[in-house]
């Protein structure tokens, strides 16, 4: 059930960093967050493909919808007419997809490059080499139809705050060094996504400008179990 005391606090919070907030809808009914789109919240993040376009297609026009979660290449035609922007840009391949499918819609879609900064190696993500390698030979400069506007980072899941606040930092140290050289005439690239419900108040500290946070304000996500699997 959605907070909106808690949706409120965190606000007042990430405001005050002059930070965007991305409420993290996954799993949710339309109802839950159309409560907290009365409540002023207008920026959502979802990370299932289908589950985004049903609740595009039902709630307010002016919704922005974020696509947070991985993303395969034959996915990104369903959302390339409406989506504000996708976090999880994790391959030249995809990348090259979005162009393509924004072309064929006649948008620009705003993207994030996905750094791999945690310890574990489930996660996703461009290393810093990579990166650097792809944005020496202009790899990305072809692609019109895309507009990089900054990047995104998952820290590892752990308690430990002080290896959580070093991931942060060194991904907000590489964003600054992008910004500064590879990106320093792209003015709207401004957007560093780190930071959720565990660890957003570290991520702000360390620079964040945008954080995505589920839990804390529509409470745990339901995990839909078979019922014909013994618990």
């Known amino acids: 059930m959605a907070n909106i005391t808690a949706l409120q606090d965190i606000t007042k919070i990430i405001n005050a960093k002059k930070a965007i907030l991305v409420a993290i809808s996954k799993t949710k009914s339309v109802d839950e967050i159309k409560k907290v789109y009365d409540a002023g919240q207008r920026v959502f993040g979802e990370n299932k493909v289908q589950e985004l376009i049903e609740k595009q297609e039902k709630l307010p026009k002016d919704i922005q919808w974020h696509m947070v ?83 995104m980072g998952m820290a590892t899941n752990t308690k430990s705050q002080v290896l959580i606040k070093n991931e942060f930092a060194g991904l907000k140290h590489f964003f600054d060094e992008l910004k500064s050289t ?41 995990i839909k179990r078979n019922p014909n699997i013994p618990i």
């Open 182 to 222: 590879y990106f320093k005439n792209q003015k709207d690239f401004q957007v560093l996504s780190m930071g959720m419900s565990s660890d957003y108040l570290i991520a702000l500290e360390q620079g964040s400008t945008m954080v995505r946070i589920g839990s804390a304000i529509f409470g745990e996500r339901e």
């Open 69 to 151: 979660g991985n993303l395969q290449t034959n996915k990104v035609k369903y959302i390339a007419p409406f989506i504000d922007l996708i976090h999880s840009v994790d391959s030249l391949k995809l990348a090259i997809e979005i162009n393509k499918q924004a072309l064929k819609n006649n948008r620009v879609i705003n993207i994030l490059l996905e750094i791999h900064i945690a310890a574990e190696t489930s996660k996703s993500g461009f290393s810093e080499e990579e990166l650097i390698d792809h944005l020496d030979i202009k790899a990305f400069d072809s692609l019109k139809n895309i507009h990089i506007v900054g990047l």
